[in-house]
């Protein structure tokens, strides 16, 4: 199983970038897919996930409106689109997947069985 995080960097903020999580080594379609975060010194949060029996899409209320998850089921990718972006939004970011979770287990990261290893996004000015 490998989860491969990408896209991160240094962006003004207001700026955007779009992170991409490519997959394999298990049947994507079936899982849902993740995006937590963690900035230096706090704990891993929720951002964003996808669920893959019922397409219902959640966000930390800290991101609606600005981010924007996806996925491809062909290209077994799961993407973030982070817009208007501020400097409380840099942190590492992680995906993340699990093909049993019910949707009040979705925000709790212990909860995810398989993780990538993170790529660094930076808000600066």
């Known amino acids: 199983v490998q989860l491969q995080a990408s896209g991160g960097g240094l962006v003004e903020p207001g700026g955007s970038l779009r992170l991409s999580c490519a997959t394999s080594g298990f049947t994507f379609r079936r899982y849902t897919m993740a995006w937590f975060r963690q900035a230096p010194g706090k704990e891993r949060e929720f951002v964003a996930a996808h669920k893959w029996n019922s397409n219902d899409i959640y966000y930390a209320d800290s991101v609606k409106g600005r981010f924007t998850i996806s996925r491809d089921n062909a290209k077994n990718t799961v993407y973030l689109q982070m817009n208007d972006l501020k400097p409380e939004d840099t942190a590492v970011y992680y995906c993340?997947?699990?093909?049993?979770?019910?949707?009040?287990?979705?925000?709790?990261?212990?909860?995810?069985?398989?993780w990538g290893q993170g790529t660094q996004v930076t808000v600066s000015s």
């Open positions: 993340a997947a699990d093909n049993r979770i019910i949707s009040s287990s979705i925000p709790y990261d212990y909860n995810y069985d398989y």
